[in-house]
């Protein structure tokens, strides 16, 4: 089974700041995937970035990347120049890529509100 | 391109009553799942099948709960005789491949359901 921690409380951040929200996990697999997700206070989940269990380098997509330390593992996701827009949960979520198991365990998530 | 369709995005049922929600996953995705979010949790998976067939259904509650996705139309959960724990939000996401391999599931607005 698979464990996602998300633990920060609530984070206000400046706007064109970086803020880092963690993310740590626990699972037996060898090959297994990482996923971000952003919901706004709208509702809709908003896939943002990918990092599997085998990538060497660190993804980035735009303002996101994920900070992967796979022997502690955490996943970090990185906002640079955040912007108002950026205020909402993030969860953080992980499956393993074997067959048979396609099941998404997500994290609670992070609150982030951006202040101008 | 259309994203993934979810209807009513609102559902208001009295205890006792059958709701009935639907999923239109994005065109060329042949696999769907079933996400519920309580309030303040992140999400927990339901279910997750292709066209006629349930290949998962490992995170659906024994009773009350069924889901269908036909080879015609969309996806559907049905939850019969609603209880108040039954309110929350229900999430469908699609993804071109399953198992074994990358594939981001893509969600749906989602459904909120209050149960009265």
Known sequence: AQKIT???????VQEKEAVTLDC?????DQSY??????????????????????????????????????????????ISASQLGDSAMYFCAMRPLYYGNNRLAFGKGNQVVVIP | NAGVMQNPR?????????????????????????????????????????KENIIDESGMPKERFSAEFPKEGPSILRIQQVVRGD??????????????????????????????
């Not at chain 2, 074994?100 to 459904?111: A, L, N, S, V």
């Open chain 1, 6 to 12: 998300q633990t920060q409380p609530g984070m206000f």
């Open chain 1, 24 to 28: 740590t996990y626990d699972t037996s």
């Open chain 1, 33 to 78: 995937g990482l996923f971000w997700y952003k919901q706004p206070s709208s509702g809709e989940m908003i896939f943002l970035i990918y990092q599997g269990s085998y990538d060497e380098q660190n993804a980035t997509e735009g303002r996101y990347s994920l900070n992967f330390q796979k022997a502690r593992k955490s996943a970090n996701l990185v």
């Open chain 2, 10 to 50: 609102h559902l208001v049922r009295r205890r006792g009553q059958e709701a009935r929600l639907r999923c239109s996953p994005m065109k060329g995705h042949s696999h769907v799942y079933w996400y519920r979010q309580l309030p303040e949790e992140g999400l927990k998976f339901m279910v997750y099948l292709q």
């Open chain 2, 87 to 116: 309110s929350a939000a229900y999430f469908c996401a699609s993804s071109p491949g399953g198992t074994g391999g990358r594939y981001e599931q893509y969600f749906g607005p989602g459904t909120r359901l209050t149960v009265t």
